[in-house]
């Protein structure tokens, strides 16, 4: 067996951040978590350092780091202590993990993941944000820093568990479609009108799945699913042609490899994040995740469907912006962001998430993506459309 792997969890107090720790928890003598990190949520991040004993804790909200030393050093807990944005990706880089576990939510985690590129070490990535805003660039990252990505988000793992080799040359490979599935959310079936006065609670029971806000927003609006077409894309170099969305309610199938001889070959398992985070930190070795065996003859009959592109717009949008290439996909996302702040805030329509997104796409023909910095400003002047937008509607 390998030795131990030394894990960096940025987003630690979140829910990929929690079901990473409860696995590292698992097998203490292959993994530990050497550094946590979480944006503004002092006491869950002290509670997790009581428990883990990491060599180094980081609060990304700088005016929060002196409550952070006094509750650590009040619950005993002895170790480094740093604050700010670029505090999170400076721990990426340095010598206190060779992993990382990219679980921010949003752009915000753009830095960080990009840093654990270039480094060179194992970067399991859930923050699909990231790959969608700057996919280019993270490659770029990647190829330089010689190291390896491990798809955490459960449909491109499955994918990567399907593929030969991980993420081969899919023509060489015969390798025709990716099917990626879709729970459809919580909202599958209903109509447009039906959909008009959806609150933030109700679009965040997600039926299958236990996630963060934003996530289980972008699920029932179906922009989640659009995100993962681009980060499939991305992963895999898959042109938007060879990926197809299939709705499948029971998140048993997470996703399927369709190849030239007619094979489709699927992973499945029962919705639980531990499977993907797992697999990708003991790849290529397996282990214990938690995890209850999938019976499928109490699940007796899977269910699958297209997607409903008329009512979830946003799905189709996200195609849109990757067929039209260059930044596209940031400003999606950037847009998306803000919209679906402003609805988990009360000041925005379900429905309308995706007219701003598509009025911001509109307002912002797709530029070539150069570098992060321009990337940045692409991603703040999209955010400014998208207020501004926000605001004239009400
Ligand atoms: P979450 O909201 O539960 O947790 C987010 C974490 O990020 C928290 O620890 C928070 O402190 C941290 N964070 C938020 N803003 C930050 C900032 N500005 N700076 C530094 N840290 C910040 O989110 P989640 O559901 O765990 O999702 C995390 C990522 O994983 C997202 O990109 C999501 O799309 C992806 N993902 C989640 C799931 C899931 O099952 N939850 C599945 C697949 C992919
Ligand atoms: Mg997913």
């Not at 509670?47 to 650590?72: T, W």
Request: net charge negative.
């Amino acid at each position: 067996m390998s030795s131990i792997r030394h894990i960096a969890v940025l987003g630690a107090t979140g829910s990929i951040g929690g079901n990473t720790l409860d696995v590292i928890a698992r097998h203490p003598e292959r993994f530990r978590a050497s550094v946590l990190t979480a944006h503004r949520q002092v006491d869950p991040l002290v509670a997790l350092c009581a428990q883990h004993r990491p060599a180094l804790a980081v609060i990304g909200d700088s005016a929060l780091e002196g409550e952070l030393a006094r509750k650590l050093a009040a619950a005993g807990v002895h170790c480094d202590i740093a604050a700010g944005h670029d505090a999170i990706t400076a721990a990426v880089s340095g010598n206190r993990c060779d992993t990382v576990v990219a679980a921010i939510v949003g752009a915000a985690g753009l830095d960080s993941t990009l840093a654990a590129a270039r480094s060179g070490k194992r970067l399991l990535l859930a923050n699909k944000e990231s790959i969608v805003m700057a996919g280019p660039l993270l490659l770029a990252a990647l190829q330089e820093g010689g190291g390896e990505l491990i798809p955490v988000d459960s449909e491109h793992n499955a994918i990567f568990q399907c593929l030969p080799g991980g993420r081969p040359n899919l023509g060489q490979s015969g390798v025709r479609r990716l099917i990626l599935t879709a729970s459809g959310g919580p909202f599958r079936g209903r109509t447009r009108a039906e959909l008009s006065a959806i609150t933030p609670d109700q679009a965040c029971k997600h039926p299958n799945w236990v996630m963060g806000r934003k996530i289980s927003v972008d699920s029932a609006t179906l922009m989640n699913k659009g995100l993962e077409v681009i980060e499939a894309h991305h992963l895999f170099n898959a042109s938007a042609d060879m990926i197809d969305v299939l709705v499948h309610p029971q998140s048993l199938v997470h996703s399927l490899v369709e190849y030239i001889d007619g094979s489709v070959l699927a992973q499945l398992g029962n919705p639980d994040m531990r499977t993907a985070i797992a697999h990708a930190l003991a790849w290529p070795e397996r282990v214990d995740a938690g995890v209850a065996p999938l019976d499928l003859a109490a699940h007796a009959a899977l269910h699958f469907e297209a997607p409903d592109l008329p009512t979830f717009r946003c799905l189709a949008l996200a195609f849109q912006a990757l067929r039209a290439g260059g930044d596209a996909p940031a400003i999606l996302n950037a847009a998306n962001e803000v919209a679906v702040e402003a609805f988990l805030t009360g000041a925005l329509p379900f429905l309308s998430i995706a007219d701003v997104v598509e009025s911001v796409l509109t307002e912002l023909p797709p530029q070539a993506v150069v570098d992060v910095q321009s990337l940045t400003e692409r991603d703040r002047t999209a955010r400014e459309a998208a207020r501004r937008i926000l605001r004239n509607a009400c």
